[in-house]
Nanobody
Framework: QVQLVESGGGLVQPGGSLRLSCAAS????????MGWYRQAPGKQRELVAS???????SYYDSVKGRFTASRDNAKNTVYLQMNSLKPEDTAVYYC????????WGQGTQVTVSS
């Protein structure tokens, strides 16, 4: 059974930081492009960052320079370091493993508010 479990979300003040983790089981993420998505209330889910099997990362324009995606294949885990958070970053954040099949986690809430 494949599971992706996100963690690390929470409430943070504007300008603060959070580090999200996505721990996978049932699949070796080394063979998957891993993505971080977010969905704010009333909005469509959007891709925030992705990291290829080779470790190359790309980012949505609004998070460039603030967010950093990384992966640890030995731990079967991917991370999203989020700095200089803004209220508009508030959303449920999901990780996705994209390969022959796609798998999604259940999401973790990130709220940026003073």
């Amino acid at each position: 059974q494949v599971q992706l479990v996100e963690s690390g979300g929470g409430l943070v003040q504007p300008g603060g930081s959070l580090r999200l983790s996505c721990a996978a089981s049932g699949i070796p993420i080394v063979f998957y492009t891993m993505g971080w998505y977010r969905q704010a209330p009333g909005k469509q889910r959007e891709l925030v960052a992705s990291i290829t099997t080779g470790g190359s990362a790309s980012y949505y324009d609004s998070v460039k320079g603030r967010f950093t995606a990384s992966r640890d294949n030995a731990k079967n885990t991917v991370y999203l370091q989020m700095n200089s958070l803004k209220p508009e970053d508030t959303a449920v954040y999901y990780c996705k493993a994209a390969g022959q099949y796609n798998y999604w986690g259940q999401g973790t809430q990130v709220t940026v508010s003073s």
